[in-house]
Nanobody, 121 residues
């Protein structure tokens, strides 16, 4: 089971740190992808990290502002989001699949419930 945390309301230019925790397992055993879905829009991939800790993709819209990392001590995969923009407003979800990441959300086996990120202008 995956559980996201860290969402909230922040002003444009601010930062948030999201965490994806794995209960009943080790998060580093899985490839983890972060996705987001804004109101009225399709879910889109944000960033992925494979089981070896290699970052496999960043969406162009977040490159240079978002950073993904794996914390074995906390058993989490974290998403540090800096220089947030109103267009980053969305529900952010983490997902897990075996071996490596995929940009297609349908390829993932396990999902968290999502956490709301709202960026005000």
């Amino acid at each position: 089971q995956l559980v996201e945390s860290g969402g909230g309301l922040v002003q444009a230019g601010g930062s948030l740190r999201l965490s994806c925790a794995a209960s009943g397992g080790t998060v580093s055993d899985w490839a983890i992808g972060w996705f987001r879905q804004a109101p009225g829009k399709e879910r889109e991939p944000v960033v992925g990290i494979d089981r070896l800790g290699r970052i496999t993709y960043y969406a162009d819209a977040v490159a240079g502002r978002f950073t993904i990392s794996s914390d074995s001590a906390k058993n989490t995969v974290d998403l540090q989001m800096n220089s947030l923009k109103p267009e980053d407003t969305a529900v952010y979800s983490c997902a897990a699949r075996a071996i490596t990441t995929h940009r297609d959300a349908g390829e993932y086996d396990y999902w968290g419930q999502g956490t709301q990120v709202t960026v005000s202008s």
